[in-house]
């Protein structure tokens, strides 16, 4: 059984520019949960997928965006980057929507 | 606000003793909650989960307890090894969306 897994694991952006992270989910998993983590914080909830549909959000802005493809593998992508951008990027698949959420390993990301 | 708080945000214990960490929340409506494990450049690991028509539940080396009446959720780990040494976090589930609100995390030190 494969876990969750994530890419790129570090990125390096400037302000203003776009970024997409990808995830593919734990084997069997239909949903995907999306969460920022700044340094010494715990995990912020951005959006959940469930089913190529948006199943709830988080107190992030629009620029925050994101997609679930047919094999639920899922993108996350934030617009016009700020430097409080600058987090771990962590998508956590379940088998549904209100089940136990298995996390990845994160994507780094640094805007300058 | 919704939160789910941390009573202690360092936790020293010798290789060997009990660890207890506490987590403290606020909704009442909340039904599900999990216990996370993240080491230092990982995502979080799942621990064990409780659903708030129970007060207990025991894993391998751990038990979760969870008191409704005052919103309280604890953390024990019995006999712990070096290999337990990370950042501990509580997470609530209060059936938005599939959004899990962690607390700021624990960091549980354990010296040989």
């Known amino acids: ?46 959006f959940q997928y469930y089913r ?11 620029r925050f965006s994101g997609l679930q493809f047919p094999n639920y593998s899922s993108e996350l992508n934030v617009n016009a980057l700020e430097l409080d951008d600058s ?13 136990t959420q298995y996390f990845g390993p994160g994507t780094r990301l640094l805007v300058l | ?25 606020s909704n009442s409506a909340s039904d599900y909650f999990i216990w996370y494990k993240q080491e230092s450049g990982k995502g979080p690991q799942f621990i064990i989960d409780i659903r708030s028509n129970m007060d207990k539940r025991q ?9 409704k009446t005052v919103k309280h959720l604890s953390l024990q780990i019995a006999a712990t090894q070096p290999g337990d040494s990370a950042v501990y976090f509580c997470a ?21």
């Not at chain 1, 987090?87 to 089940?99: D, F, G, H, N, V």
């Not at chain 2, 360092?10 to 506490?22: A, R």
């Not at chain 2, 894993?59 to 008191?67: C, K, S």
Request: hydrophobic content about 25%.
């Open chain 1, 1 to 46: 059984e494969t876990g969750v897994t994530q890419s790129p694991t570090h990125l390096i952006k400037t302000r203003g520019q776009q970024v997409t992270l990808r995830c593919s989910s734990q084997s069997g998993h239909n949903t995907v949960s999306w969460y920022q983590q700044a340094l010494g914080q715990g995990p912020q909830f951005i």
């Open chain 1, 52 to 62: 190529e549909e948006e199943n709830g959000r988080g107190n992030f802005p629009p």
């Open chain 2, 59 to 67: 894993g391998q080396r751990v038990t979760v307890l969870l008191n």
């Open chain 2, 1 to 25: 606000g919704e939160s789910v708080g941390l009573h202690l945000p360092t936790l020293s214990v010798q290789e060997g003793d009990n660890s207890i960490i506490n987590c403290a929340y």
């Open chain 1, 87 to 99: 987090a771990l990027y962590l998508c956590a698949s379940s088998l549904k929507r209100q089940e």
């Open chain 2, 92 to 112: 609530e589930n209060n059936n938005q969306g599939g959004k899990l609100i962690f607390g700021q995390g624990t960091e549980l030190s354990v010296k040989p």
